[in-house]
């Protein structure tokens, strides 16, 4: 069963750097449902199931014909596309396997990761790391680095430091490493090479 197939509505997003992407922002519902196709299809369209009446309040989310024909393409290489990411994310775990700085993401076992991001989870000196690998020309990003409930959108319904404390605590350590279906193994041991060198200098 892939993600996005189960409940009334699935949904995903097309983001360049996602599995299976655009060349810009798109993304996609999923329904067996043909009332609810329906609906949404008119929620997309500004409301509108027939031209200039809105029967609805909605938004523009069409996804344009360029876009599409892209996924149409790439669509085909899905599997692909996560078989890479996969053997990719197995060399970051056998190389940074038992690093007592560094924990590796888990894997639940009835599940098949397809690896959108590899984040691992950095247990001293993250932002110091990021710091040291951007020297080094190797990219690396922070998702997220300020929790949701304490961003200001939401500070106002009254959210506090510490009332999610696991959330807080994963901010301030996760960092992604690079992951895409491009990456070889050369430049993965060259990343993890110098993940190990910052620790041992520290």
Known sequence: IKSGTIGDFGCTSFYPSKNLSTFGDAGALFTNDSELAEKARIICNHGSGRRYYYDEIGVNSRLDSIQAAI???????????????????ARYDQGLAGH???????????????????????????????????????????????????????RKFGFNTGDFPVSESLAGAVLSLPMHTELDENQQMFIIDKIIDFFTKS
Do not use: G
């Not at 085909?76 to 890479?84: C, G, H, I, S, T």
């Open 71 to 89: 996924l149409n393409v790439k669509l085909r290489y899905l599997d692909e596309y996560n078989k890479k990411r996969q053997l990719a994310a």
């Open 100 to 154: 007592p700085m560094i924990e590796v993401p888990y894997r639940a076992k009835y599940a098949r990761h397809v690896f959108h991001q590899y984040t691992i989870l950095v247990k001293k000196d993250r932002n110091l790391l990021q710091e040291f690998l951007a020297q080094n020309n190797i990219p690396s990003m922070i998702y997220y680095p300020v929790p949701l409930h304490l961003s200001a959108a939401y």
